[in-house]
């Protein structure tokens, strides 16, 4: 007798029953996730950025090109902290709706898949933080994106990190 999830019929034995989210369903999730939070994050650092760098130009060196250096000094640990705070943001976004209820960022949803742990079951908001972080190990040359495609669960580094599985969705 199989020991499936009654809640959404994923079997952790590998019987077949269950169906991992391939390469592709998961690309669409991350197109369009992109387009919730990566675009407009994208598009407020660079306005931040130039704006504030154009302010202390104009209001500590008065336009004169001898303040340029200063300011691109400045503008270059404003976006240091900027590009920080992104990072925070991104990882949270992912790590909440991952953890929430419906186990999916909306760019997951879209494309008919969800996360879970090894058992089927939701992730705690801290295995959802770790898998998120383990992308950064996954975007080493995108190799632990790739191992997507050749492992037998369909897990990427960061899922094999994490101790996770992008299965599709009822």
């Known amino acids: 007798m199989s020991k499936s999830c009654i809640n959404c019929g994923f079997n952790p034995q590998g019987s077949g029953n269950e169906i991992y989210a391939g390469f592709g369903k998961r690309l669409i999730a991350a197109i369009v996730d992109s387009l919730i939070i990566f675009v407009p ?7 931040l950025v130039f704006v504030l760098q154009a302010a202390l130009f104009v209001t500590f060196f008065g ?27 991104q990882t949270l976004y992912f790590a909440v ?10 760019g997951k949803r879209v494309a008919g898949i969800k996360v879970t742990d090894l058992q089927g079951g939701r992730l705690s908001f801290s295995k959802a933080l770790i898998r998120n972080l383990g992308k950064i190990a996954s975007s080493v040359m ?6 997507i495609a050749f492992t037998k669960q369909q897990q990427g580094l960061h899922d094999i990190i994490a101790g996770t599985l992008v299965v599709n969705a009822e």
């Open 41 to 47: 994050s994208i598009i407020i650092f660079f306005v």
């Open 97 to 106: 709706f991952e953890s929430s209820g419906k186990q999916a960022t909306p």
């Open 63 to 89: 336009g004169n090109m001898e303040g340029a250096h200063a300011v691109e000094t400045l503008g270059n640990i404003i976006a240091s902290v900027l590009s920080s705070g992104i990072f925070i943001i």
């Open 142 to 147: 995108f190799i632990g994106y790739i191992m």
